[in-house]
T-cell receptor, first 110, second 116 residues
Framework: DAKTTQPPSMDCAEGRAANLPCNHSTISGNEYVYWYRQIHSQGPQYIIHGLKNNETNEMASLIITEDRKSSTLILPHATLRDTAVYYCIVLMDSSYKLIFGSGTRLLVRP | ETGVTQTPRHLVMGMTNKKSLKCEQHLGHNAMYWYKQSAKKPLELMFVYSLEERVENNSVPSRFSPECPNSSHLFLHLHTLQPEDSALYLC???????????????FGPGTRLTVT
């Protein structure tokens, strides 16, 4: 599975968009990009995933570059409850293993 | 509420004790997982069960013994643990055979284990 690189920490103001980047330059054609987050003292929570096209759901948007070497998770209007560690994970479609890295610790400021 | 419950939420045990962690999923999934999260370390996959058969054992010491009696329940039996085994133990479930949604795992709240 491809390795991902994320900044260790970011912050944003409440109500503003939070844009979390992820580099996955070694991604192969059949690998998906998944995002999870972990709020303090809770289990991780699935957010969104994509292959080539941009995706949007009720929680976030996922923008994947055309060459698929990087992606950005967008929380359009961050709230204090979005403070968490965000994990970008790349997976082959034949693998069930979620390999969690260190993620990005997002702090949403009041 | 994710549909995955874990008990107990907190456990303190001595190195000579035997205890069990329990996980139950109410989502109708057919795959279940145990993860370990030590302080300031990424989550580590320990065991995977698919259709009640163990399909993954990530070089976990034998003092951790998983059991999956049916697709809704998963146990982690603990014996003669070491202080370095203190961690948050997380259970997750997913629906295998669902294509890309296989990786949409639903996690329980975890059991915070302290070994003294």
């Amino acid at each position: 599975d491809a390795k991902t690189t994320q900044p260790p920490s970011m912050d944003c103001a409440e109500g503003r968009a939070a844009n979390l980047p992820c580099n996955h330059s070694t991604i192969s054609g059949n690998e998906y990009v998944y995002w999870y987050r972990q709020i303090h003292s809770q289990g991780p929570q699935y957010i969104i995933h994509g292959l080539k096209n941009n995706e949007t759901n009720e929680m976030a948007s996922l923008i994947i570059t055309e060459d698929r070497k990087s992606s950005t998770l967008i929380l359009p209007h961050a709230t204090l409850r979005d403070t968490a560690v965000y994990y970008c994970i790349v997976l082959m479609d034949s693998s069930y293993k979620l390999i969690f890295g260190s993620g990005t610790r997002l702090l949403v400021r009041p | 509420e994710t549909g995955v419950t874990q008990t107990p939420r907190h456990l303190v045990m001595g190195m000579t004790n035997k205890k069990s962690l329990k996980c139950e999923q109410h989502l109708g999934h057919n795959a279940m997982y145990w993860y370990k999260q030590s302080a300031k370390k990424p989550l580590e996959l320990m065991f995977v069960y698919s259709l009640e058969e163990r399909v993954e054992n990530n070089s976990v010491p034998s003092r951790f013994s998983p059991e999956c009696p049916n697709s809704s329940h998963l146990f982690l039996h603990l014996h003669t643990l070491q202080p370095e085994d203190s961690a948050l133990y997380l259970c997750a479930s997913s629906q295998e055979g669902g294509g890309e949604r296989d990786y949409e795992q639903y996690f329980g709240p975890g059991t915070r284990l302290t070994v003294t």
